[in-house]
């Protein structure tokens, strides 16, 4: 006889106590995004880093349109513009010591380049002479990756390799609002939460996935609330005030050091620019709104806080855009000119110990090669011929 | 002479070995998955591994296996040597992109700057009575991927010797462990283990000169049965055991074939678009004028992976396989 056929042997009791393992309060983000321009908290902020912020975001700004304007001259295969988020990029990149890592999304070139990496190298995937242009170990930046969230578990993985091997690393890793919502946000989150690595997830949300708004993206709350189900702390940010992204990304970075483990940061910002050039924006938003963003600029409101501290004055912003005009005219000139590609590196990097089969696909190649260089040789020889005939029989 | 100790041993334990000699040889080898750690996989080929070398070294993960891999990427970037166990076949799909986008393509994408080299361990295939979703053959899905190394054992000294290779090299190695022959056993000793022919090398598992059976993983035990039992119709049929699917080695196969001049390709995963199509062409290729008949396929049908009580109607065996060769136009040589 099963329990279940003991009629009245079995009496119900209540279940064994469930405790929630996490209170959820402290985990849950502020109502506001946090701010600090134009605020108290600002006169906090070491001036210095303010004036940093500002040439960053200054440079920022010449550089998207510096590669905006190289797509319509056919130099960029494509460029996702990241104008009007400069404030995420940059503070992204500044807040991180040397030592941490940067996993950036396709977007987020300009991340990459205000860490230190090379403008042109930078660009390589975007010119389409190369996927990745740059030795990822050499600024501990990852390659820009496409395919949305995918480069969450690398972030998540490589900060706990590294506190399993006793470094003092942490990884910040950058989503969009769109990638919120792909399987990898959630199991790198949820990775991220069980292990305690320390790492840093920073959602841009700048209000499209290409033409899809956040309303029909998500039905939480804010994207920081998602971190409360994981059982990490959440944060809300005005993703347009460098310094608040630099502050709030700060002490979340200072938490995954301490091995208190992750935070998602949602930084609330705006694209202020298409998905890409072959995006036409016009057909899913109001010329409205976007006005309503660009009274809300990063470079702005960054400008205002430091005239109004008498931190900035006229000699010192034309000296910023000076700056900024002579690392955008080093951009035009090097990118104007036609990069030097070897056939050859198709075969280069496949596998550490090519396939046979590689071998001779690539020996394959050589002989094309070979073939037409002799046909241009050829060619050359011939109209070299024509060249020393004599004048008379040329006319 | 010294004779050595050989005992019976299973494929499984064999495995078990080779993750534990890798990780005592190489502190960066890293072994994660679901249960792989208290319980020792539900194979149980990482048994004891937990016990012995930490959970920070033998991780129980969350049951995710796009985050197993997504993050075992991330921790080769930082220098180690990951080992990940996808529990079943079917259970790697939502790792595809991981897989695809990243494993494979890590290496390229940075120009040789950033290699991964991992081991993803995926037993696969069906004959075990599995229900749905834990018999499927992937193969032909890894084969399609440039940049991975695709490798699969048919015997315990196979299993030891092709698993270190994995995971000492530089290149990502999806490892396909046919589930039915984990406790498949062979005469080996597990406490001399010894090295194997390498990856990319296939092996004649026997020799003979009416035709070449070409196989691999759990299908060279079936062809070798069928090899016996060709004997009582005067066929003296060679198999030659694959061992790595990528890369693929043409000079084994070809010479084989040149020797025989029949061919039969068995595999039990589906046959349009599987390994089958590909290997029979690359024979085709290379041996056309000592072909005595067009090379043949014996493959699973092409249906999805059929319920446990009707496998055996779907999985290619001996009598599937003799028919094939029956069918090698033996009166053209009369």
Same mark, same amino acid.
């Given at each position: 006889?099963?329990? +279940? ?391 | ?73 991330? +921790? ?259």
């Amino acid at each position: 006889m099963t329990v +279940m056929e003991q009629r009245g042997a079995y009496r119900p009791t209540p279940p064994p106590a469930w405790q929630p393992r996490t209170d959820p309060a402290p985990l849950l983000p502020d109502a506001l995004p946090h701010r600090v321009l134009g605020t108290r908290a600002a006169d906090r902020v070491d001036p210095d880093l303010l004036r940093r912020l500002y040439a960053e975001l200054v440079k920022g700004r010449r550089y998207n349109a510096q590669a905006t304007a190289l797509t319509k001259q056919g130099r960029l295969a494509v460029y996702p513009s990241s104008t009007g988020q400069e404030a995420c990029e940059v503070a992204a990149a500044l807040v991180l010591e040397e030592r941490d890592w940067l996993f950036p999304s396709y977007r987020d070139t300009l991340a990459a380049v205000a860490r230190g990496l090379d403008p042109v190298q930078a660009l390589t995937l975007l010119r389409g002479d190369r996927h990745t242009g740059y030795d990822p170990h050499e600024h501990r930046v990852a390659p820009l990756c496409t395919p949305l969230a995918t480069q969450l578990p690398h972030a998540v993985g490589l900060a706990h390799a590294a506190r399993l091997k006793g470094d003092d690393v942490v990884a910040l890793a950058l989503v969009g609002d769109g990638g919120t919502s792909e399987g990898d946000f959630h199991e790198a989150l949820n990775f991220a939460a069980v292990w305690q690595a320390p790492v840093v997830f920073l959602v841009q949300n700048n209000g499209f996935a290409i033409s899809v708004p956040l309303a029909k993206q998500t039905a939480a709350p804010s994207l920081a609330h998602k971190a409360v189900g994981y059982g990490m702390p959440g944060r809300l940010v005005d993703g347009n005030d460098a310094a608040a992204v630099h502050e709030v990304l700060g002490e979340a970075i200072a938490h995954a050091r301490a091995g208190l483990g992750p935070t998602l940061v949602e930084a609330v910002t705006y694209r202020m620019e298409a998905h890409t050039n072959a995006d036409d924006d016009k057909r899913y938003r109001e010329d409205a709104e976007v006005e309503a963003w660009r009274a809300h600029d990063p470079i702005a409101l960054m400008e205002h806080e430091l005239t109004e501290r008498g931190l900035l004055d006229e000699d010192g912003m034309r000296a910023v855009r000076e700056d900024a005009e002579a690392m955008a005219a080093d951009l035009r000139e090097r990118m104007n000119q036609d990069p030097a590609l070897d056939p050859m590196d198709l075969f280069a990097h496949v596998y550490a110990r090519p396939t046979p089969q590689l071998r001779e696909q690539e020996a394959q190649l050589r002989a094309e090669l070979d073939a037409e260089a002799r046909h241009h040789d050829d060619e050359d020889a011939h109209a070299d011929a024509h060249s020393h005939e004599p004048e008379g029989n040329t006319r | 002479m010294t004779t050595v100790a050989v005992k019976p041993a299973t494929m499984a334990q064999a495995l078990g070995r080779a993750l534990r000699d890798a990780m005592t040889d190489d502190p960066t080898v890293h072994v994660m998955g679901e249960d792989v750690g208290a319980l020792g996989g539900v194979f149980r080929v990482t048994d004891g591994l937990a016990k012995e070398f930490g959970e920070d070294r033998v991780t129980d993960t969350p049951l995710a296996e796009a985050g197993i891999l997504g993050t075992a990427v991330g +921790m080769a970037m930082y220098g180690l040597r990951p080992v990940v166990e996808m529990q079943f076949d079917a259970f790697a799909y939502p790792a595809f992109e991981q897989l695809i986008s990243h494993v494979a393509k890590m290496r390229n994408r940075t120009r040789g700057a950033m290699p991964l080299p991992l081991t993803v361990r995926v037993p696969y295939g069906g004959g075990i009575g599995g229900v749905e979703h834990h018999s499927d053959s992937s193969e032909a899905y890894y084969m399609a991927t440039p940049g991975l190394h695709v490798v699969t054992p048919a015997t315990v000294a196979d299993a030891y010797g092709l698993l270190r290779e994995a995971i000492a090299s530089d290149d990502p190695v999806v490892f396909l462990e046919p589930k039915r022959l984990y406790w498949s056993k062979d005469a080996w000793n597990p406490d001399e283990p010894r090295a194997v022919e390498p990856i990319g090398r296939a092996v004649v598992r026997r020799p003979g000169r009416s035709a070449t059976l070409i196989t691999y993983g759990p299908s060279v035990p079936v062809c070798l049965e069928a090899a016996d039992a060709a004997r009582a119709e005067g066929w003296d049929l060679e198999v030659v055991d694959l061992r790595s699917l990528v890369p693929f080695d043409d000079e084994t196969v070809a010479a084989s074939v040149r020797r025989t001049g029949r061919a039969v390709v068995v595999h039990e995963s589906g046959g349009y678009g599987g390994p089958g199509g590909e290997i029979a062409a690359r024979v085709t290729e290379r041996c056309f004028h000592h072909l005595e008949a067009p090379v043949l396929r014996v493959a699973g049908f092409d249906i999805p992976y059929p319920p446990p009580m009707l496998e055996r109607h779907h999985l290619p065996g001996v009598d599937r396989i003799l028919d094939a060769v029956a069918r090698l136009q033996w009166e053209a040589q009369s």
